[in-house]
Nanobody
Framework: QVHLVESGGGLVQAGGSLRLSCAAP????????MGWYRQAPGKQRELVAD???????NYADSVKGRFTISRDNAKNTVYLQMNSLKPEDTAVYYC?????????WGQGTQVTVSS
C-alpha cells in the first residue's frame, strides 16, 4: 500500500489559481505515472492530467492551456498548477499513482470555484 498525501485545494473565484500537490513516500521507488482525476457531484471521475516518469504529459481537452502538471521524481511528488479556473472546474480532485501493476489513490481534495 502507498499512502498519498494531497494538499492545496480550496475556494477561489473564477479566473483565479490554485496549486495542488500530491506526495508519495520518498522511500518508494519505481513510480510510473502520476496524475490527477476529478469528480464533480453526479458525474463520473475523469482524468484531468497525468505525467509519466519520463515527463510525458497528457491533459483533458477541458483544461489544456490552463492547467500544468509537473513532478519532482526525487520527492515522489506531483503538482497541478491550475490557472484561469472556471466554476465548472469545481470538483474533488484525486491524485493517482501507478507502481508496477498497481494503482493508488489519494483521499481527495476539494476545489471550489465561485462565479
Amino acid at each position: 500500500q502507498v499512502h498519498l498525501v494531497e494538499s492545496g485545494g480550496g475556494l477561489v473565484q473564477a479566473g483565479g489559481s490554485l496549486r495542488l500537490s500530491c506526495a508519495a513516500p520518498v522511500m518508494i521507488s519505481s513510480i510510473n505515472t502520476m496524475g490527477w482525476y476529478r469528480q464533480a457531484p453526479g458525474k463520473q471521475r475523469e482524468l484531468v492530467a497525468d505525467i509519466t516518469s519520463g515527463g510525458r504529459t497528457n491533459y483533458a481537452d477541458s483544461v489544456k492551456g490552463r492547467f500544468t502538471i509537473s513532478r519532482d521524481n526525487a520527492k515522489n511528488t506531483v503538482y497541478l498548477q491550475m490557472n484561469s479556473l472556471k466554476p465548472e472546474d469545481t470538483a474533488v480532485y484525486y491524485c493517482r499513482v501507478t507502481r508496477s501493476l498497481d494503482a493508488y489513490w489519494g483521499q481527495g481534495t476539494q476545489v471550489t470555484v465561485s462565479s
